[in-house]
Nanobody, 114 residues
């Protein structure tokens, strides 16, 4: 059973930056693909970014050029650096991994507002 713990959410003004982190525990082996999704109020959960074990990344069009996903130095950790944040980035951000099946964190709230 894999457990995911996210951290780093909060309130930030438009144009500001936040860094989210996620640590996965409970896996016997290294997790290949780690990623982030988000869910805004009244909307469905949507893909944000993912990274595989080889460092290959994918981003949603809405965050390209502003967000950067990276693997941490510690095993099975991932970070999401979010720059130039916009009010429409406001959402609960969820860490996601696939390790036999999909696992989700509980989410961390990011609010972009002046």
């Amino acid at each position: 059973q894999v457990q995911l713990v996210e951290s780093g959410g909060g309130l930030v003004q438009p144009g500001g930056s936040l860094r989210l982190s996620c640590a996965a525990s409970g896996s016997r082996f290294s997790i290949n693909v780690m990623g982030w999704y988000r869910q805004a109020p009244g909307k469905e959960r949507e893909f944000v970014a993912r990274i595989d074990g080889g460092g290959r990344t994918q981003y949603a069009d809405s965050v390209k050029g502003r967000f950067t996903i990276s693997r941490g130095d510690a095993r099975n950790t991932v970070a999401l650096q979010m720059n130039s944040l916009k009010p429409e980035d406001t959402a609960v951000y969820y860490c996601n991994v696939v390790y036999g099946t999909a696992y989700w964190g509980k989410g961390t709230l990011v609010t972009v507002s002046s």
